[in-house]
C-alpha cells in the first residue's frame, strides 16, 4: 500500500452521527472499526449504464468484491461532494456531472470474509462520467458498463456483489434513479 494512503484521516462519528474526531485511515478498517463518515457513488454513462467496480486484491476490506462505481472517506476539511469528485479523479479517471446525492442518510455495518468490519454513515450519490474509465489498479482490478436492470439482478445474489450495494440499489430503484429519463 502506498503512504498516501496510510496518511489518510477518516472522520469519526458518534451514535448521532455527529464528528467526535479523526483517525487515520489505515488503522480504523478491522474487526471492530468504529463508526465514520464516508460516501459511495453510482456513475452513469450517456447510455444510461452504471458503472460497476471490482475492488482491488490490496483492498482492507472487502478485497476482490465488486460493487458500485467508486467509495471514499471526506477529509476532515473537505466537502463531501469535494470528496467524490477528487476520489472519481483518483479510482476512476473521470471526471463527473450532474453530480447529487440521492441517499442522504444511508448507513450500514458489513463485515468481510475476514472479519474486517466496514460501519460508515455512507451518503450515497449519482453522477454522469465524463470522460473514458481510467482505473486506478491500486483501488479497482476490473469494472464494466452494465445496464441497471443487471444491477437489480446482482444484488440479489448475495455472494455476488458488496453488501452496501445490496442494501443501496433497492433504495436508489425506489428513489428512481437508474431509469430511462
Known amino acids: 500500500m502506498n503512504s ?8 469519526l462519528l458518534d451514535n ?23 460516501f459511495s457513488c453510482y456513475l452513469f454513462d450517456d447510455a444510461g449504464q ?8 490490496d483492498k ?19 466537502s463531501v461532494d469535494g470528496a467524490v469528485v477528487r476520489r472519481a479523479r483518483k479510482e476512476l479517471g473521470v471526471d463527473i456531472a450532474e453530480l ?25 450519490f449519482s453522477a454522469r462520467a ?3 474509465v481510467n482505473a486506478d489498479p491500486e483501488e479497482i482490478m476490473d469494472w464494466a458498463w452494465v445496464p441497471w436492470d443487471q444491477l437489480r439482478i446482482a444484488v440479489q445474489i448475495p455472494w455476488a456483489i458488496s ?7 433497492p433504495l436508489l430503484d425506489a428513489a428512481g434513479i437508474g431509469r430511462p429519463h
Not at 4 to 11: A, H, M
Not at 25 to 35: F, M, N, Q
Open 4 to 11: 498516501v494512503r496510510n496518511d489518510e484521516l477518516v472522520v
Open 163 to 169: 453488501p452496501w450495494a445490496i442494501e443501496q440499489v
Open 16 to 38: 448521532a452521527g455527529q464528528r467526535i474526531g479523526t483517525a487515520p485511515k489505515s488503522e480504523i478498517h478491522d474487526a471492530s472499526t468504529p463508526l465514520h463518515f464516508a
Open 60 to 78: 482492507r476490506a472487502f478485497p476482490g468484491v465488486w460493487t458500485n462505481s467508486f467509495c471514499g472517506h471526506p477529509a476532515p476539511d473537505e
Open 50 to 57: 452504471v458503472l460497476l467496480t471490482r475492488r482491488a486484491l
Open 130 to 132: 465524463v470522460g473514458p
Open 100 to 124: 447529487q446525492c440521492v441517499l442522504p442518510d444511508f448507513r450500514y455495518r458489513a463485515a468481510d470474509a475476514c472479519g474486517v468490519i466496514e460501519n460508515e454513515i455512507c451518503p450515497v
